[in-house]
């Protein structure tokens, strides 16, 4: 028995994920592998992206993954706000609901696991 043991495993790839979503690394990954970039007009997907300064990344459940992931995306400078079953002492700003939640934020990220009812 070892609670959230697997916690960084689950936390560091869910961070990766959004960064490459939020930064469309795959489509631009894909136009520089297929050789476009040499075309004479330049593609819209390599236009300078939004980072994530200022971004407002919501984490539903503030379990031990939870914690983890606002930890990261708190660290390139983002609002962190999350609703859980409950008020943690934690950082970040607690909204009522889910609702709220994802009203609030650009990003919504799920850490809780499935079958959770609200």
């Given at each position: ?25 795959l489509p ?64 970040y700003q ?5 609702a709220a ?18």
């Amino acid at each position: 028995h070892s609670p959230a043991a697997n916690a960084s495993a689950v936390a560091d790839p869910a961070v990766t994920s959004m960064l490459a979503v939020t930064r469309r690394l795959l489509p631009a990954d894909g136009y520089v592998r297929s050789g476009s970039w040499s075309a004479a007009k330049p593609s819209p997907l390599m236009s300078p992206q939004p980072g994530n300064p200022g971004r407002r990344v919501g984490v539903f459940g503030m379990g031990e993954i939870g914690r983890k992931i606002a930890s990261r995306v708190a660290a390139f400078e983002t609002e962190v706000g999350y609703f859980s079953r409950s008020r943690h002492e934690v950082p970040y700003q607690y909204l009522p609901s889910l609702a709220a939640l994802a009203e609030w934020c650009n990003v919504l990220m799920i850490a809780v696991r499935a079958g959770v009812s609200i």
